[in-house]
């Protein structure tokens, strides 16, 4: 395998964090627009339980924090760290694992807080077992990171 092919995969991953990033930032902004419009037409969408106003912003805050800037920062990362030590990144596939547990997180989160379950901690609602799936997915990429450096 040559070093171009290796950039190529490497460049697989951070498309990923990259895409999720972007369909993120449209699931986040409909939320935001949703809630906009909580404020000039109040029963604009009735009495659904999960699209009232109080559900539906920490829905939108933690997907543009999360979904949106968290996930490109990651791609960012896993693009600059292989490209300024001028080497592939250490595992692709461990990448490729670290943007699923990240997606799965992002979505469990926000299903969770639909669904009314909250800490109640402006910026941090999401619950615990979603906390730790995202923990795991830092560990994992700082662990890709890592062996990248070493390498």
């Not at 990923?16 to 930032?25: D, H, K, N, P, V």
């Not at 979904?67 to 990448?95: H, K, N």
């Not at 941090?124 to 990248?148: G, H, K, M, R």
């Amino acid at each position: 395998m040559t070093l171009q092919d290796m950039k190529e995969e490497t460049h697989s991953t951070v498309k990923g964090f990259f895409l999720s990033s972007a369909i993120w930032f449209v699931v986040g902004t409909l939320a935001g627009l949703v809630n906009a419009t909580h404020m000039a037409a109040p029963d604009f969408l009735g009495n659904i339980s999960w699209l009232v106003f109080g559900r539906l912003r920490p829905m939108h805050t933690n997907l543009v924090i999360f979904g949106f800037i968290g996930s490109a920062l990651l791609g960012a990362a896993q693009y600059v760290v292989p490209a300024l030590l001028q080497t592939p990144l250490w595992s692709e596939r461990l990448g490729k694992t670290s943007l699923g547990i990240w997606n799965l997180s992002i979505v469990a989160g926000t299903v969770t807080l639909s669904l009314g379950y909250s800490q109640g901690r402006e910026y941090a609602e999401w619950i615990w077992p979603v906390d730790v799936s995202v923990l795991l997915a830092f560990a994992l990429v700082f662990y890709n990171l890592l062996q990248t450096a070493i390498r």
